[in-house]
C-alpha cells in the first residue's frame, strides 16, 4: 500500500510540469490527499490539498494561482499542475493520506503539523529542478 509521486524534473524559471501521485493497492478515491514538498535544509510544508471526491481543495498562499490539485479517481491517480515555476519551487515532492485516530481522512488537511493527523503511504518523491 503506497503513493508514488512522479513527473519531476528539470525546467526553466516560468516553465511548467504536472506531478502524478499514483496509489498502489488501495483505492485512492476514499481518501483526501496532500501534495507536500521539501527543500534541503528546510521543513516540509504542505502545497495543495484535495477531498475525496475533488470538490474541497486548499493551497499554500506562496503556490495559490500557480499550482491546481486535481483528482482522477478512475485512473486511481491525483495530479499537481504547476505553472510558472520560480527556483524558490525547487523540492522533492510527496503527496500523503491525513488520517486521524487510524482512519483517513476524507476531508481536506493541508498543513503537516494539526494536531492528531497522521500522515501515511509516503512514496519515494519526485525531484522539481528549476533553473533561473
Aim: proline share 4%; hydrophobic share 35%.
Amino acid at each position: 500500500v503506497q503513493l508514488q509521486a512522479s513527473g519531476g524534473g528539470l525546467v526553466q524559471a516560468g516553465g511548467s510540469l504536472r506531478l502524478s501521485c499514483a496509489a498502489s493497492g488501495f483505492t485512492l478515491g476514499d481518501y483526501a490527499i496532500t501534495w507536500f514538498r521539501q527543500a534541503p535544509g528546510k521543513e516540509r510544508e504542505g502545497l495543495a490539498c484535495t477531498s475525496t471526491s475533488g470538490d474541497s481543495t486548499y493551497y499554500q498562499e506562496s503556490v495559490k494561482g500557480r499550482f491546481t490539485i486535481s483528482r482522477d479517481n478512475a485512473r486511481n491517480t491525483v495530479y499537481l499542475q504547476m505553472n510558472s515555476l520560480e527556483p524558490e519551487d525547487m523540492a522533492v515532492y510527496y503527496c500523503a493520506v491525513p488520517f486521524h485516530n487510524g482512519t483517513p481522512l476524507r476531508f481536506c488537511v493541508l498543513d503537516p503539523g494539526v494536531a492528531e493527523v497522521s500522515w501515511h503511504y509516503w512514496g519515494q518523491g519526485t525531484q522539481v529542478t528549476v533553473s533561473s
